[in-house]
T-cell receptor
């Protein structure tokens, strides 16, 4: 069965530092992978998605993710964190037409 | 741009009562998905509809039922509510139930069962 695993339920960085949120997938077929962000008391917003067109995917708000088949990973990065990036981030895989989410990583950004 | 609309945004019910959550998809989207997010949990898929027919089903309790209407809006009906049903319920829509299609999420309905 396809699934995703997010390593680290909490990540803290200083403003301006590199953001790295980890996601590993399990799939016997090429997966469709997504990163969503959830701000407090809000819905889920798509940051980016991988659909096999390119291994490096650029998303909104300066985020990007690289699909690495050899490592079965799809880690989310941002070169310089901003206070407004503080939120919950979910990695997800498309199974059929539904999404299966990871357990989420809460990003804290300190001034 | 128009987004997914969910109503109500907040709902408080007593145990054993019923609740109805509504979802209005983005115009021209024909597919609706329902997810449940418990406190501190990841969203869990409940059920989906395409062109008014159920297309997939997840871990949805038998006490819950849902349907999609001719205008593509969807309603999630929850009966015999339990304390454990307290959660954030998201609706999402897409233009077609194809794997890899982006799902656009609504703001959610926060259900509290007392």
């Amino acid at each position: 069965a396809q699934s995703v695993t997010q390593l680290g339920s909490h990540v803290s960085v200083s403003e301006g530092a590199l953001v790295l949120l980890r996601c590993n997938y399990s799939s016997s077929v090429p997966p469709y992978l997504f990163w969503y962000v959830q701000y407090p008391n809000q819905g889920l917003q798509l940051l980016l998605k991988y659909t096999s067109a390119a291994t490096l995917v650029k998303g909104i708000n300066g985020f990007e993710a690289e699909f690495k088949k050899s490592e079965t990973s799809f880690h989310l990065t941002k070169p310089s964190a901003h206070m407004s990036d503080a939120a919950e981030y979910f990695c997800a895989v498309s199974v059929g037409d539904k999404l299966i989410f990871g357990t989420g990583t809460r990003l804290q950004v300190f001034p | 741009a128009a987004g997914v609309i969910q109503s109500p945004r907040h709902l408080i019910k007593e145990k054993r009562e019923t609740a109805t959550l509504k979802c209005y998809p983005i115009p021209r989207h024909d597919t609706v998905y329902w997810y449940q997010q418990g406190p501190g949990q990841d969203p869990q898929f409940l059920i989906s509809f395409y062109e008014k027919m159920q297309s997939d089903k997840g871990s949805i309790p038998d006490r819950f039922s849902a349907q999609q209407f001719s205008d593509y809006h969807s309603e999630l009906n929850m009966s015999s509510l339990e304390l454990g049903d307290s959660a954030l319920y998201f609706c999402a829509s897409s233009s077609h139930p194809r794997q890899g299609n982006e799902q656009f999420f609504g703001p959610g309905t926060r259900l509290t069962v007392l």
